[in-house]
């Protein structure tokens, strides 16, 4: 099987990106103050309110984004190694062999 030109590769990637961000949500968790065991509102030593945010929803509701994002990075990644072999090739056909 051929490998994907360059080009191919740099589409896949700019669509895996609008596609990521596309599917990232506008929503995120509240923050809800941390109560101690006899239901007063606990500070931390600078006077501050404690707060606790639940993420796991965020997480869930994101991961096709995290997931396409992921296929962005390695997509780019598979055109920078790509890259960096064709400039080193060209550099050892370049240099004379001692």
Do not use: N, Q
């Not at 609008?18 to 500070?43: E, I, K, N």
């Not at 030593?45 to 606790?52: K, Y």
């Amino acid at each position: 099987m051929k490998a994907p030109s360059t080009i191919i590769l740099l589409a896949l990637a700019c669509i895996s990106f609008l596609v990521s961000s596309m599917l990232a949500t506008g929503y995120y968790p509240a923050a809800l103050p941390v109560v101690g065991p006899d239901g007063a509102v606990m500070h931390g030593p600078d006077g501050a309110v404690l707060v606790h945010r639940d993420m796991a929803r965020y997480y869930r509701l994101m991961m096709p984004s995290f997931i396409s994002l992921s296929c962005c990075a390695f997509l780019l990644l598979w055109v920078f190694v790509r890259f960096v072999r064709y400039t080193y090739m060209r550099w050892k056909i370049r240099t004379p062999m001692a």
